[in-house]
């Protein structure tokens, strides 16, 4: 009985011993398993660490490259805006010498125009006196051709120049009847005459005033005016605008003649009616 009983004890024993060395031999199948696993996952980690390397470092190279390509396009930029700059000044300048330009182009024209306006009016003078002129010469041909009136024009003046003696008696200053009658004529065709001024000149020669003329024309300078004076005031009664009327003496001091014979005297003892432009 007892050796019965010792023969399942060892029995129990062995199998509690194979039991632990199964489970032993177990635990360690698992873990060289997971050593295993994990040494493959760290190989894969190592593998995939030096391709994120192999990344970086290209990823680095293409940073450099952009950031040489970022300087090189920002150095273009910087040169473009300069040239720009440049550009731009110089269009600006371009444009304002052309505002100038035009400007100045635009005030020739404009002084062109007023001078061809100026032109236009002055010929349109010129064609009016000189119609003028023609129609006191077709006029008055008998009195110049006996050498009483005489008939100039020059440089957009006209002058009608008429002897003392048509016109007044000797150291009168009243227009007589007959003299009237010449101022009638010349009157008429004055009146058709626009633009002008009418300067009534009184002249004479230089023999002192005697006599009892000296009581009322102490000079000739008071003959001279007196008698543009009334010859005036007849060209106004006969209907010309007395705005564009004056009179005015010259005594002897304008001779057109020589005094020292009796026919440059007689010229000189004249009524100058002159006809000038209107300012």
């Excluded at 007892?2 to 199998?15: D, G, I, M, N």
């Excluded at 995939?48 to 930029?77: F, H, M, P």
């Excluded at 300069?82 to 010498?97: I, M, N, Y």
């Excluded at 110049?144 to 002897?163: M, P």
Aim: one cysteine or more.
């Amino acid at each position: 009985m007892k050796k019965h009983l010792s023969f399942w004890t060892c029995l129990f024993v062995a199998a509690v011993l194979c039991s632990g060395c199964l489970v032993a031999e177990s635990k360690y199948l698992t873990k060289v398993s997971e050593a295993d696993r994990l040494g493959q996952e760290l190989a894969a980690l190592d593998a995939k660490y030096k391709d994120l390397q192999t990344e970086n470092a290209d990823l680095k190279n293409r940073i450099d490259a952009l950031s040489g390509n970022l300087k090189t396009v920002t150095g273009q930029k910087n040169e473009l805006e300069t040239l720009l700059d440049a550009k731009s000044d110089d269009l600006s300048k371009t444009v304002a010498a052309s505002r100038k330009k035009v400007a100045d182009l635009e005030a020739d024209n404009t002084k062109l125009r007023e001078q061809v306006a100026d032109l236009k009016k002055k010929s349109q003078e010129v064609e009016a006196q000189s119609k003028t002129y023609q129609d006191l010469l077709q006029e008055m041909k008998a009195e110049i051709a006996q050498g009483e009136i005489t008939i100039t024009e020059l440089k957009g003046k006209l002058t009608v120049d008429v002897v003392d003696k048509i016109l007044f008696a000797s150291g009168q200053a009243k227009v007589k009847k007959e003299g009237l009658a010449v101022l009638k004529r010349v009157v008429d065709i004055l009146k058709t005459v626009e633009d002008k001024n009418i300067r009534i000149e009184g002249h004479t020669d230089n023999v002192p005033i005697t006599s009892r003329l000296a009581k009322f024309y102490p000079t000739n300078w008071e003959l001279s005016a007196a008698r543009a004076i009334n010859v005036t005031r007849y060209l106004q009664e006969q209907g010309i605008d007395p705005v564009i009327l004056s009179a005015t003496a010259y005594g002897e001091y304008q001779p057109v003649a020589d005094n020292e014979t009796p026919e440059g005297r007689a010229k000189n003892r004249r009524i100058a009616i002159i006809l000038t432009p209107r300012d």
